[in-house]
C-alpha cells in the first residue's frame, strides 16, 4: 500500500484525520472501501471505520494500531496516533493532561505546531495572562526582575523572560514608537462560554489555586471570595449561565474605560452541580 500524504501529526483529533484518510483514499480509487478498510486492519465489521469516525464507536489502544497500520502509518507515527485517541477519549484534566505531554514530545508535532504551543502556553500558565495585564500600567517595566517581584505569589526571573519572549511573539505584547512595551491591538483575550480546551482547564485550576492562596495573602479588604449554594428547575443553570457571561462582558467593557490602571486582578466564576436532577436519580 503506498505511503500516506496526510500528515497525521498535523492533527489533534483522530476521526478527523480518519475521515481525511478515507476520503483521499476513495477519490484515488473505487477499489477503497469501509469493507477494504475493514479487511485491512483486521476486522468483522465492515462498516467499523465509518462508525468510528462518526462517533458512533471507539478505539481501544489495541485496536489503534491496527487502524493505525490500516492508515498505512508507520514507525513514530503509530504510536503518535495511538496516544492521539488516547487524548481524544481521558475523561480528566489529567489524563488529557499526560497524553498531551505525550503529543508534545514527538518533534514532528512540535515543528507543525509552534504557534498552537504558544497558544497553549498563555493560558495554560496563569502567569501570562497577569503580565499581560500588567503592561497596562503607566510605569510596567519589560525588565524580568521587576516582573517577577511584582507578581502575586512572585515567580522567577527566568519565568518572566519566558513570558515575555512568549508574549511578544503571540502579538499579545509590542513595543509602541516610543520604544514602551504595552498589550498589542488584540486587545481583549477571552476564552468564551464553553471553554473546553486542555489549556483553559489547566489555566481554571491553575487559577482555583490563586484564590485559595490569596484568603492567606490578602486581607478581607482587598479579596471578594463568596458563594452561593441555589436549587434550580430545568432551565435554571442555563439562566445563570447567561446572567455570568454578560456580565463577565461588561466587566472586560469596564476594564477598558480605565483611566491609570494600575493593579491586576483575578476574577473567578464557577458554577457547577451539588445533586444530581430527578432524571440522573438512580432507581431504588
Known sequence: ???????????????????????????????????????????RSPNYLKLVIDGDRNLTVSMASSFAKACGLEGDRISYFQDL???????TVAERDAAY????????????????????????TWYLPAIREL????????????????????????????????L???????????????????????????????????????MLERAGESMDLFGSAERDISSLTLCLGADGLARVKQR????RRE?????????DPEQVVQINFQAFPLSRRRDQEAAP
Request: glycine share 6%; aromatic share 10%.
Open 1 to 43: 500500500m503506498p505511503a500516506p500524504s496526510l500528515d497525521v501529526f498535523a492533527y489533534l483529533d483522530y476521526r478527523a484525520f480518519l475521515r481525511d484518510h478515507y476520503l483521499e483514499r476513495k477519490a484515488k480509487g473505487r477499489s477503497f472501501s469501509y469493507r477494504a478498510f475493514s479487511r485491512r486492519a483486521g476486522l
Open 85 to 91: 485517541v488516547a487524548f481524544n477519549h481521558a475523561k
Open 101 to 124: 505531554a505525550r503529543l508534545t514530545g514527538f518533534r514532528r508535532y512540535r515543528a507543525i505546531h509552534r504557534l498552537e504551543l504558544r497558544h497553549g502556553a498563555y493560558h495554560a
Open 135 to 166: 503592561a497596562s500600567r503607566s510605569d510596567f517595566r519589560a525588565d524580568a526582575r521587576w516582573i517577577a517581584r511584582t507578581l502575586v505569589p512572585a515567580i522567577t526571573a527566568a519565568q518572566a523572560t519566558r513570558a515575555l519572549k512568549t
Open 168 to 206: 511578544h511573539e503571540l502579538g499579545l505584547l509590542v513595543r509602541d514608537k516610543a520604544g514602551r512595551v504595552k498589550p498589542g491591538e488584540a486587545a481583549l483575550v477571552s476564552t468564551g462560554a464553553e471553554a473546553q480546551d486542555l489549556h483553559i482547564a489547566k489555566y481554571h485550576l491553575s
Open 244 to 247: 455570568i457571561q454578560r456580565f
Open 251 to 259: 466587566l472586560l467593557e469596564l476594564s477598558e474605560l480605565e483611566d
